[in-house]
T-cell receptor
Framework: DAKTTQPNSMESNEEEPVHLPCNHS???????IHWYRQLPSQGPEYVIH???SNVNNRMASLAIAEDRKSSTLILHRATLRDAAVYYC??????????????FGQGTTLQVKP | SQTIHQWPATLVQPVGSPLSLECTVE??????LYWYRQAAGRGLQLLFY??????ISSEVPQNLSASRPQDRQFILSSKKLLLSDSGFYLC?????????????FGPGTRLTVL
């Protein structure tokens, strides 16, 4: 399975931008990069995903390196409600029709008021 | 709109007792279904997934089993619980697509085995 590497934790101040990095040097050409987040005592929720081009949605932006070996999730203005564990996941290559996602340890984001 | 239900929300069970956790999905057909477990302070571990009725794949050898008796029903069971089965159990569904196979998670069941 293609693996990802993320920092264990990061801190941010409220209303400032946050850049959450993810390394995936063994990514294959057909792997999509997905980001999920998990708020305390809740199940994970989808944030964003992309393949090669940068992506934006109402929650965040995803910047993907040209060689696709790394990506960055960007929260444009962090709020206290953004404090969560953020997971960078590669949709498993060769998973056929299973759609399996393999979660790593993620990055715990702390947002300070 | 689609919704996913899990019950019970919390459960305290003695070691050696049986377990049955249920997950149901509404508003979609033929979803892929998944069971995850999250031990305290740990990441999510995929336990089982199912691509159709009666089709179950196990990711981790253990004393748990899963069944899918109906299209939108997924059940996690054990005949005899172990202390190590304690954790936060999450059910998820997705509808497979090339890139947009987002997984949607239920509220979870917090299981404590004493």
């Amino acid at each position: 399975d293609a693996k990802t590497t993320q920092p264990n934790s990061m801190e941010s101040n409220e209303e400032e931008p946050v850049h959450l990095p993810c390394n995936h040097s063994t990514i294959s050409g057909t792997d999509y990069i997905h980001w999920y987040r998990q708020l305390p005592s809740q199940g994970p929720e989808y944030v964003i995903h992309g393949l090669t081009s940068n992506v934006n949605n109402r929650m965040a932006s995803l910047a993907i390196a040209e060689d696709r070996k790394s990506s960055t999730l960007i929260l444009h203005r962090a709020t206290l409600r953004d404090a969560a564990v953020y997971y960078c996941i590669l949709r498993e290559s060769g998973s056929g029709n299973t759609g399996k996602l393999i979660f790593g340890q993620g990055t715990t984001l702390q947002v300070k008021p | 709109s689609q919704t996913i239900h899990q019950w019970p929300a919390t459960l305290v069970q003695p070691v050696g007792s049986p377990l049955s956790l249920e997950c149901t999905v509404e508003g979609t057909s033929n979803p892929n279904l998944y069971w995850y477990r999250q031990a305290a302070g740990r990441g999510l571990q995929l336990l089982f997934y199912s691509v159709g009725i009666g089709q179950i794949s196990s990711e981790v050898p253990q004393n748990l089993s899963a069944s899918r008796p109906q299209d939108r029903q997924f059940i996690l069971s054990s005949k005899k619980l172990l202390l190590s089965d304690s954790g936060f159990y999450l059910c998820a569904w997705s509808v497979l697509a090339v890139s947009t196979d987002t997984q949607y998670f239920g509220p979870g069941t917090r299981l404590t085995v004493l």
